[in-house]
Structure formats: structure tokens, C-alpha cells
């Protein structure tokens, strides 16, 4: 059981990295200054550590 717990909590990771990576990726393609995307940053930070 304790097996696929941490099967689960790699997988949530995995996919808030790309979730993170894709507002970097955004925001810098519309030419948001750094403070919106620390902005950015910060809630998914704020996300991942509600899910944890």
C-alpha cells in the first residue's frame, strides 16, 4: 500500500512541475515582468504544499 501512496504523490509532483513550468513559459511569452511571475510561482508553491 505504502508502494502506491508514493507512486501517487511522484506522479501529483510530476505534474505540478509541468504545471509550473507552463506559467514560466506563459508569462514570459507575454512579456510579464519577474514580479508576476514569482507571482505565479509563489501559488503554485502555495498549491503544492496544500497538497502535500
Not at 8 to 32: D, E, K, L, W
Request: hydrophobic share 40%; no cysteine; proline share 0%.
Amino acid at each position: 500500500m505504502s508502494g502506491t501512496q508514493a507512486h501517487h504523490a511522484g506522479g501529483t509532483r510530476a505534474r505540478i512541475g509541468r504545471a509550473a513550468t507552463g506559467v514560466v513559459s506563459s508569462a514570459a511569452q507575454f512579456g510579464s515582468d519577474r514580479a508576476d511571475i514569482a507571482d505565479s510561482m509563489g501559488h503554485t508553491a502555495a498549491e503544492m504544499a496544500g497538497r502535500a
